[in-house]
């Protein structure tokens, strides 16, 4: 079945690292995305990760995928107040749809 | 391009009415999603065009619900007789398709409907 599972909340201090984990069911899915949504707004792709891949870094964020495990997460070093937001992990079902499979979400709250 | 753009933002409806919302995709993009999404929970897939096919529907879509992409561009979803268990927000998103194979779906700020 198709399954993506994510903690519900995580509050960090301003300049703290923030470490957001996600669990996926689908082993053929082919790639792993982070999104951020803020309140009110749609969806802004944060980064992904190709599933032959261990792990990602851009910037502040930092993707591990543990495939065996089939665990994603999302490190966000020197975390701001900007980041205060939802977080959705998600991941492609299948190899060729490109439809997406979200948790339910991650809500950040960075305390100054 | 300015990415994906969704009209209108707010619909407010009676029970029982039809609604119809706009999806413009990135110009480039030949492939565009739907997705509904309620409070506290993470987006749901609906239903994705490549071009003007449609490729797949999901269970979640019922017969009252229909999609269009006419030309390859924009998008229609409409949803007649309308229930309050249709009070959500719908979100559209476009992205490339194979050989260009990372999928990244870029999503439009999306339509609130209230169905009252």
């Known amino acids: 079945g198709e399954d993506v599972e994510q903690s519900l909340f995580l509050s960090v201090r301003e300049g703290d690292s923030s470490v957001i984990n996600c669990t996926y069911t689908?082993?053929?899915?082919?790639?792993l995305y982070w999104y951020k949504q803020e309140p009110g707004a749609g969806l802004q792709l944060l980064t992904y990760i190709f599933s032959n891949m261990d792990m990602k870094q851009d910037q502040r964020l930092t993707v591990l995928l543990n495939k065996k495990d089939k665990h994603l997460s999302l490190r966000i070093a020197d975390t701001q107040t900007g980041d205060s937001a939802i977080y959705f992990c998600?991941?492609?079902?299948?190899?060729?749809?490109?439809?997406?499979?979200f948790g339910q979400g991650t809500t950040l709250q960075v305390k100054p | 391009d300015t990415g994906v753009s969704q009209n209108p933002r707010h619909k407010i409806t009676k029970r029982g009415q039809n609604v119809t919302f706009r999806c413009d995709p990135i110009s480039e993009h030949n492939r565009l999603y739907w997705y509904r999404q309620t409070l506290g929970q993470g987006p749901e897939f609906l239903t994705y065009?490549?071009?003007?096919?449609?490729?797949?529907k999901s269970r979640l879509l019922s017969d009252r619900f229909s999609a269009e992409r006419p030309k390859g561009s924009f998008s229609t979803l409409e949803i007649q007789r309308t229930e309050q268990g249709d009070s959500a927000m719908y979100l559209c998103a476009s992205s490339l398709a194979p050989p260009q194979i990372s999928y990244e779906q870029y999503f439009g700020p999306g339509t609130r409907l209230t169905v009252t």
């Open positions: 998600a991941e492609t079902q299948g190899s060729n749809t490109g439809k997406l499979i």
């Open positions: 065009f490549q071009n003007e096919a449609q490729l797949e």
């Open positions: 689908d082993s053929s899915s082919t790639y």
